[in-house]
């Protein structure tokens, strides 16, 4: 039987909010376990709460407002809506203020290296280590070969490869970075354009014999291109920065019982 784990009321200005109300919200916090979902739905309805209880205090009343997909806003949200307008104040990220940003982060803003794969997949399980074995032994066969005889390698694909690439060769096409998994992709970037990797790369799906095709070194994009990403950024994180200090200033006017709510702690942007 699984254990229930006891639970503090949540309240807010002595207010509880009902554990239904709570299981309900967690529905729509997808989390790695149940407790993790309730925590994070009881601090978005105590936040809610100190919000309307603001809205209250400020004479907010609601107004036609809609979603960022044009839905229109049920009434409190829509009062939140209204508030968080007028009380939230971010400014507009200025070209300077992109531009600093970019100059520092000048490693964030290249294009990636693309290399055009060919390769052939021996199949084999990394858990049955008979078969990895007969397929590192299939792929040092191959790559033999195709070091005698360069032009056989889309042959030897059709012929023997089990990805379905072989019916192009073994061509996969231009990869960069993130596209393949990790021993593939850092076997491929270390090879010279048209090399062939001198020795069987094991993944989780098999053996793969490699060699690259054309590359396309990465470059600095220029500040221009990513002008309005990262101002998009700055105003994002300003806004998340501002939310937590006003949430920290209701907080404070407000008694909040059972549940964490998030605190301004430093810049989010540097």
């Known amino acids: ?47 809610r709460q100190l919000l309307l209880i603001e809205a209250d205090r400020l004479g907010i009343a609601a107004t036609d407002r809609s979603d960022a997909q044009g839905r229109a806003l049920a009434e409190d949200d829509a009062r939140i809506d209204a508030l968080l307008e007028q009380e939230v104040a971010v ?28 390769h052939i997949l021996f199949s084999a399980s990394p858990d049955d280590s008979f078969a990895y074995s007969l397929a590192v032994g299939d792929a040092r066969m191959a790559i033999r070969k195709i070091q005698a005889e360069p032009g056989c390698f889309g042959e030897l694909a059709r012929s023997r ?25 850092a076997a491929l970037l270390a090879l010279g354009e048209g090399e062939l990797c001198a020795e069987p790369v094991r993944t989780r799906f098999g053996v793969h014999v490699i060699r690259a ?32 200090q006003y949430l920290s200033i209701l907080a404070s006017q407000v008694p909040v019982e059972g549940v964490a709510l998030p605190i301004a702690d430093g810049p989010l942007v540097q």
């Open 91 to 118: 400014p507009v990220a200025t070209e300077a203020e992109a531009r600093r940003f970019y100059d520092r982060h000048r490693d964030r803003f290249t294009s990636d290296t693309l290399v055009e794969a060919e």
């Open 1 to 47: 039987m699984d254990e229930v784990l006891e639970r503090r009321p949540v309240r807010v200005a002595g207010v509880e909010i009902p554990e239904a109300t709570i299981a309900a919200e967690a529905q729509n916090h997808p989390a790695p376990d149940a407790e993790t979902a309730w925590r994070e739905a009881a601090e978005a309805l105590a936040i």
């Open 161 to 185: 490869s089990a990805c379905p690439s072989k019916e192009h060769g073994g061509n996969l096409g231009q990869i960069g970075k993130g596209q393949t998994v990790a021993e593939f992709e």
């Open 213 to 244: 095709g054309r590359r396309v070194e990465g470059r600095q994009l220029p500040f221009e291109a990513v002008e309005g990403s990262i101002r998009a950024y700055l105003e994002e994180a300003s806004y998340r920065k501002a939310m937590a």
